[in-house]
């Protein structure tokens, strides 16, 4: 039986969001059952056409940002949720809050999920913030 990984990302922080994916897409390769759960300063990152680079919080940030050999947080997703099947889930209340429209984010994404519902089904199972 597989496990299952839950992630919270609500920080923007370069290194959070990274470290966050790594685990996303490592665990969804493995073949664990990954949601990963996206609300306040992170969810920004995913809408349709903001390329802006996440600030990085200290050193180890700003290396990751100069070398080219490093996925970004944004391909790790994508490869945890093509590659594993990792559900990509919106807040609600942050697509509320950022005036979302429906189809304005990642087409990795799924619907737009509210607290209650993510940590209903993440019982049982681990839950790691970002």
Do not use: H, W
């Not at 839950?6 to 959070?16: K, T």
């Not at 559900?87 to 979302?100: G, R």
């Not at 737009?112 to 199972?125: M, Q």
């Amino acid at each position: 039986m597989a496990r299952q990984i839950n992630i919270v990302c609500v920080s923007g922080a370069r290194e959070r969001l990274q470290m966050a994916a790594m685990i996303a897409s490592v665990a969804a390769a493995l073949g664990e059952e990954v949601t990963v759960f996206f609300s306040m300063n992170a969810l920004q990152y995913f809408v349709k056409g903001n390329d802006a680079e996440a600030e990085a919080e200290g050193d180890f940030g700003r290396l990751m940002a100069k070398n080219p050999g490093v996925p970004s947080f944004r391909q790790l997703f994508q490869q945890a949720a093509e590659i594993g099947d990792a559900k990509l889930l919106p807040c609600s209340m942050a697509v509320d809050l950022l005036e979302i429209a429906e189809g304005d984010l990642d087409p990795a994404f799924g619907p737009p999920t509210g607290l209650t519902v993510f940590l209903g089904k993440s019982e049982g199972g681990d839950l790691l913030t970002f």
